[in-house]
């Protein structure tokens, strides 16, 4: 009990260090790594990291050696990991065809090739995944730093503040995209309005907010939010 105790107190005090981040996902080869290298490192201040994401589902495990459109092959993925310098944030972005979070496929995932030792950072693009799916993740791998996706769209308020105060300190971060990864162009009013209901129930939770974000627009939706 004292070594469980030690080790949760050791993993809070690193979370505290963890930057905000600005991220870029979809990454499949080293070139592209090096090149959003190059464009963190010119234009991001020190008080933000740059997120580097790779989008990873069950599919990859029947086909480890394929790459998908998005998705890059599984038996690179931790060569393309360790390719992300230390100063960036590498982020699995987990997904199932199930469209729920099968515990044993990501389990699978995250063990392939060690790829939990090189990457501790996990986004969750599914609705809801259970307390006790999360709970037996985290005993899994205890320093998995956890994204939730939310689907503000088609929960209640209610309902939706309920979860999340489910989920407690299984979650580190709530992801708030709208349009669920379809890159619509994303409703600052509307992203600030769901991140205020929540804080007023709970100060628990820091937030990443996407959805068609470009060069284009993402300066007058941050100002806007």
């Known amino acids: ?24 996902t979809g990454f499949k080869t080293l070139e592209e790594i090096n090149s959003l290298s190059t464009v963190f490192q010119q234009c991001l201040n020190q008080e933000y990291s740059g997120m580097c994401g790779f989008l990873i589902s069950d599919k990859q495990l029947n086909n480890p050696g394929v790459e998908y459109s998005r998705n890059p092959a599984l038996k690179n993925l931790k060569t393309l990991i360790n390719a992300v310098p230390e100063n960036m944030m590498p982020t699995l972005h987990y997904c199932s065809s199930l469209r729920s979070l099968d515990l044993d496929n990501l389990t699978r995932v995250l063990e392939y090739d060690d790829l939990y030792d090189s990457c501790k950072f996990l986004q969750i693009n599914l609705d809801w995944p259970s307390v006790d799916d999360l709970g037996k993740l985290k005993e899994r791998f205890p320093d998995l730093y956890i994204i939730q996706q939310l689907n503000p769209r088609h929960e209640d308020t209610a309902n939706m503040l309920s979860g999340i105060e489910e989920y407690g300190e299984l979650v580190d971060k709530l992801l708030i995209d709208p349009s669920l990864g379809a890159g619509i162009s994303y409703d600052a009013k509307e992203s600030a309005e769901i991140i205020n209901s929540i804080n007023k129930n709970s100060k628990n939770f820091t937030y990443v907010v996407c959805g068609g974000l470009s060069e284009n627009n993402v300066y007058s939706r941050v100002k806007e939010m």
């Open 1 to 24: 009990m004292e070594k469980t105790n030690k080790n949760q107190e050791r993993i809070k005090e690193e979370r505290k260090t963890i930057k905000e981040y600005i991220g870029i």
